[in-house]
């Protein structure tokens, strides 16, 4: 954070609420994290986003990531091109659907042609598009256990459970906090299930990003002199349908898509 010098510089572009959605208990205090490095403009919620552009480079940040993803969907395509849909289909859970391969993620089919392209009517994400193409080519299609584990206790996951927290669980439990009715939402317009209550948490939703990777998201609601929190977890079987660093992926693609939406909304 060259750019600031001190806290206060850095206090006067926040709200000044202490709204503590930033998980912290007060402005002054996130102001300090973000002089440490250990917060970033883009983790308050309120901030414009070209304040957030010009005072951490989060914007550019995103846009270097996202130029890498369609980089990595363009050689998957490659791939995908050579192998034989149909064998796949029964795998993964998809179906033959004109000359490809379809595949439902959150309800809505994403059909990969035999050249590996991905169409579909809704918005395509390269965070989505690049964990469905490596789930077409590798999943071992096994069915889920409804046993639920969280990232860190996957194969490989300790290490990437603090990132899916803070690009995942952390930007999903703020659209929580924001907007109540957003699980309602979810079960509507991107086919998710309520379940019974899991882990003690006042909301349980399932939601199928691809046919054999289920997502569960908790959500406990603040109570008394406690915030809310919001964890995702996964089916025993996840790490060997889609690789660990893919499922972080799929998160990081899911809620940005949930973000959209929640944008076109108000």
Not at 232 to 245: I, K, M, Q, S
């Amino acid at each position: 954070m060259a750019k600031f010098s001190t806290p206060l510089e850095i206090y006067t572009l926040l709200p000044k609420t202490n709204c503590r959605q930033c998980h912290l208990p007060a402005c002054l205090a996130f102001a300090a994290a973000v002089l440490k490095g250990e917060k970033r403009l883009a983790d308050c919620p309120y901030l414009p986003p070209e304040v957030v552009a010009a005072g951490d480079g989060g914007v550019g940040e995103r846009a270097s990531m996202d130029r890498n993803m369609v980089e990595v969907a363009a050689r998957l395509r490659e791939r995908v091109a050579g192998i034989d849909l149909a064998a796949r289909a029964e795998v993964v859970g998809g179906r033959l659907k004109d000359v490809g391969l379809a595949v439902q993620c959150l309800g809505k089919d994403f059909c990969i042609g035999p050249d590996g392209v991905v169409t579909s009517q809704c918005h395509i994400n390269p965070w989505v598009t690049v964990p469905l193409l490596h789930y077409v080519l590798e999943s071992a299609g096994l069915a889920p256990t409804g046993e639920w584990l969280a990232m860190r206790d996957l194969a490989g996951g300790h290490t990437w459970s603090p990132l899916f927290g803070r690009r995942c669980e952390e930007p999903l439990q703020r659209l929580a906090d924001r907007r109540p009715g957003l699980f309602a939402d979810l079960v509507g317009i991107f086919s998710g299930r309520r379940t019974v209550r899991q882990f003690d948490a006042d909301i349980s939703i399932m939601l199928h990003p691809l046919p054999k990777v289920p997502f569960l998201i908790c959500y406990w609601q603040p109570e008394d002199d406690l915030e809310s929190r919001l964890r995702v977890y996964f089916d025993r079987t996840a790490d060997r349908n889609l690789d660990v660093e893919l499922l972080h992926t799929l998160g990081v693609g899911m809620v940005s898509m949930f973000e959209k939406i929640g944008h076109q909304h108000g």
